[in-house]
């Protein structure tokens, strides 16, 4: 369901403000994401964080999304949609970041049938990141993370699957004229002069 805001007395439709910010595994995306919620005041929704909770919960899904975690392969899009509805709604703010994701062709048309008319994609933020810089972060990452899949083995699934399946879609956005491309492979705070950049231009 859609925010309704006042205008004029009035309730108007309103649609969710998004940004898409994509990237390989351990390009830094959730580093930047946290930036930019203290200087932009954008609420960070995280796919993989939204999917590791609703495993953790148990029940059906969870065996489902633990496969396609561990194998490095995409869940359904309509769970993922339905969960990333459900954070945007229960925030009760406007504007988004959503991170990894949309991470394939049908993640793509599965968001633009069932977010198009709630939605609207500012930009998408890319994060352009060497693979080997990837999997020593994530490895170096998986010594405190806890995460299932910070480990090599799925690092390497997860890269292909990333170069396979990701890299088209932002090649797509690119095409709308919608991508702001982001060299990853620096120090934290520089990378973050580029981001802010981003956001204001």
Known sequence: MIRRAISGGKFIMSKFNVVFVLGGPGAGKG???EKI?????????????LLRAERAKGGKLA????HHITNGSIVPVEVTCSLLDKAMEDSGKQDFLIDGFPRNENNLQGWQKAMDDKT???FVLFFDCPEEDC???????????GRTDDNEESMRKR??????STMPIIK???SQGLVRQIK????????FEQVKQAFSS
């Open 31 to 33: 580093t930047q994401c």
């Open 37 to 49: 919620v203290k200087e932009f005041g954008y609420v960070h929704l995280s796919a993989g964080d």
């Open 63 to 66: 065996d489902m999304i633990e």
């Open 120 to 122: 609207t994609v500012k």
């Open 135 to 145: 999997v020593q972060r994530c490895l170096e990452r998986g010594l405190t993370s």
């Open 159 to 164: 890269i292909v699957t990333y170069t396979q």
């Open 172 to 174: 797509y956005y690119e």
């Open 184 to 191: 990853a492979n620096r120090p934290i705070d520089e990378v």
